[in-house]
């Protein structure tokens, strides 16, 4: 019973981060002929060309800048001893697997994956580490089954709960 009860909170959880995620943006649209000559030459320099072509900037997508103002926590890299044995919060992803030296944003929005980030922050011996593994459904029985392998991983950047972060896998 507790378990229903808690895959229904995480299903109603899911929904409202869906509803979130698929709201429209306003746009402004912009008269061209109004432009000044700084204006254009600001948004000629971030990408768009006079022929109307567009460049992508390759570095944007590692700032994760659609998270919004976060706290940056580069340079907290914890390096460990081999062998070390370190009890560290586990984040459980269903449909996610993470690999080593990659980043991940995530929204954190369930009561228990911001407590492991509160304790991410707060421990000694591994600073800002958590582990991450994968889970997925039992086709059978429906049952949420748990990875056998995962990876460390570090938040480099997160804001204020409800967090949103990112994640880098170090190992």
Same mark, same amino acid.
């Given at each position: 019973?507790?378990?229903? !009860? /808690?895959?229904? !909170?995480?299903?109603?959880?899911?929904? %409202?981060? !869906?509803? *979130?995620?698929?709201? @429209? *943006?306003q746009?402004?649209?912009?008269?061209?002929?109004e432009?000044?000559?700084? @204006?254009?030459?600001?948004? &000629?320099?971030?990408?768009?060309?006079a022929?109307?072509? =567009?460049?992508?900037?390759t570095?944007?997508?590692?700032?994760?800048?659609?998270?919004?103002?976060?706290?940056? &926590?580069?340079?907290?890299?914890?390096?460990?001893?081999?062998?070390? $044995?370190?009890?560290?919060?586990?984040?459980?992803?269903?449909?996610?697997?993470? =690999?080593?030296?990659? &980043?991940?944003? *995530? !929204?954190?929005? %369930?009561?228990? =994956?911001?407590?492991? $980030?509160?304790?991410?922050?707060? %421990?000694?011996?591994?600073?800002y580490?958590?582990?991450?593994?994968?889970?997925?459904?039992?086709p059978?029985?429906?049952? /949420?089954?748990?990875?056998?392998?995962?990876?460390?991983?570090? $938040?480099?950047?997160l804001?204020?709960?409800?967090?949103? /972060? $990112? /994640? =880098?896998?170090? &190992?």
């Open positions: 019973m507790e378990e229903d !009860r /808690i895959l229904e !909170r995480e299903r109603y959880q899911m929904e %409202q981060i !869906r509803q *979130l995620e698929s709201e @429209e *943006l746009v402004e649209e912009v008269d061209e002929e432009s000044s000559d700084d @204006e254009l030459t600001y948004r &000629t320099s971030a990408g768009a060309s022929s109307g072509e =567009f460049t992508y900037d570095s944007l997508a590692a700032l994760h800048s659609y998270l919004g103002d976060v706290e940056d &926590t580069h340079n907290r890299l914890s390096f460990l001893d081999g062998g070390a $044995v370190l009890n560290v919060p586990l984040f459980y992803l269903e449909g996610v697997v993470l =690999f080593p030296e990659a &980043t991940l944003p *995530l !929204r954190v929005v %369930q009561p228990n =994956f911001i407590a492991a $980030v509160e304790k991410a922050l707060r %421990q000694v011996d591994a600073p580490t958590i582990g991450v593994i994968r889970v997925h459904r039992d059978i029985n429906g049952r /949420i089954k748990l990875a056998t392998t995962g990876t460390t991983a570090e $938040v480099w950047n804001n204020p709960p409800p967090f949103l /972060i $990112v /994640i =880098f896998s170090n &190992t």
